[in-house]
């Protein structure tokens, strides 16, 4: 079962990642590069690569750990789209297309192959390695919106620095993601 599920993660998001590169009728790195400003698109590509390496390599250490940081990442977009995102844009935007696969059904389909089919246990200092892609990205995110030159700044598109409150919105984030670290250490050790 494990291999079913890994393999459709990785299959469902292959699909959907090799579209946004797509346009018009044609194929350009242009045209899909700026989806990979999005944590979505990152964690679910980060989620397939991981479910990619438990198809071919399921017994080895690094794949396991490779999937947890996989499953830990989708799982942080899907609980900050039901809980932040859906209730300030709307869930019907979010949960439209592609969008529906990369914030709900690829995350659900990780935390079920991950936490039921793939359980090894695992000890609290390991799970907080979760912890690092959120905060690599978050800092990442927080420079561009807040702190990089004018003409390289991106757009706040998760509205993390509405109000300047950012010192708010990175905090929560981090405690969210511990919060998820914990959950799924819970789960792995049933």
């Known amino acids: 079962m494990s291999f079913l599920l890994n393999a459709l993660i990785f299959l469902v998001t292959l699909f959907f990642t090799v579209r946004f590169f797509r346009r018009d009728g044609r194929w350009s790195w242009a045209n899909g590069r700026p989806a990979f400003r999005f944590f979505t698109v990152l964690s679910n590509v980060l989620c397939a690569l991981s479910a990619l390496g438990m198809c071919l390599f399921p017994g080895q250490a690094w794949a396991w750990t490779l999937k947890y940081l996989g499953t830990l990442t989708v799982t942080v977009t899907m609980v900050t789209v039901l809980l932040f995102l859906g209730p300030t844009m709307g869930y019907g935007v979010l949960f439209k297309g592609s969008d529906l696969f990369m914030h709900l059904i690829t995350p659900l389909l990780a935390l079920v192959s991950f936490c039921v089919f793939e359980r090894r246990g695992m000890s609290l200092g390991f799970s907080l390695l979760g912890l690092l892609p959120v905060f690599a990205y978050g800092t990442f995110y927080l420079y561009k919106i807040k ?39 819970f789960l792995q050790n049933l």
Do not use: E, H, I
Request: charge should be positive; include cysteine.
């Open 147 to 185: 702190y990089a030159p004018a003409a390289k700044r991106w757009d706040d598109f998760y509205g993390y620095n509405r109000g300047g409150r950012w010192p708010v919105s990175y905090a929560a984030m981090m405690a969210g993601t511990l919060l998820l670290c914990l959950a799924l250490r």
